[in-house]
C-alpha cells in the first residue's frame, strides 16, 4: 500500500495537535513527530505554521459534516437536530476535552493573526450560511417560526453551541448539552 504524502500526513496531525493542544501550545516539532515526518519536511509543504492553521481549519470544517445541512431528503429540524447530535456526540467521545477548533481558535489567536482570523471567520459564515438554509427550509415548511430571521438565528445558534461547548468542558460533564437541545429543539424552533 502506498505511503500518504507528507503534506497529508502532516494536515492530520496538525488538526490534532491543534485541537488537542491549541494553535500556540502546538510546536512544529510536534506535529512533524506525530505525522513521523522530518522537521524539515515541514516547510516543504508550509510557509509557516498559520498556514498550515489554515489548511487544518478548512480541514476541520470538511470532518464535521456541514454538508449535511443541506441534504433536502431529511426534514429541516430533523437534520438540524441530527447535525448538532453529532457534534455533541463527537466532543462526549473524546471525554468532553475538545471543544470546537473554530471556536478554539476563535478565543485563542485570532486577535493576533490575521489570517486564522479570516480562517475562522470564513468557516463560520459557511456554517451560518448552511444553517440559515436549512432554518429557512423549515419555516417554508412551517416546522420552524416564520417570524425569526434565518441568519439571525443562524448566528445565534452557533453562538450558543459554543457557549454550550465551554461549559461541558468546564463542568466535565454531557449533561450541559441538555438545555440546547430542549431550548432549541422544544422552544425556539416550535411553530
Known sequence: MARRSMREEIV?????????????????????DRAGVPK???YN???????????????YGVGRRLGDLADSSVEPVARIR????F?????????????CLLGNFGTEIVDHSEPIRGGVKAGLEAWTGLLAGAIAEGQEAGAIRSELDAEQTARYLLSAWEGTLIQARAYKDAKVFD?????????????
Request: proline letters at 0%.
Open 87 to 99: 457534534l455533541r456526540d463527537e466532543v462526549v467521545a473524546f471525554g468532553i476535552t475538545r471543544g
Open 179 to 191: 438545555s440546547f437541545f430542549e431550548l432549541t429543539f422544544a422552544g425556539l424552533f416550535t411553530a
Open 12 to 32: 492530520e496531525a496538525a488538526l490534532a495537535q491543534f485541537h488537542e493542544r491549541g494553535f500556540n501550545a502546538a510546536a512544529v516539532k510536534d506535529i512533524t
Open 82 to 85: 441530527k447535525h448538532f447530535e
Open 40 to 42: 524539515g519536511s515541514f
Open 45 to 59: 509543504h508550509f510557509e509557516s505554521k498559520e498556514a498550515l492553521a489554515i489548511v487544518a481549519l478548512e480541514r
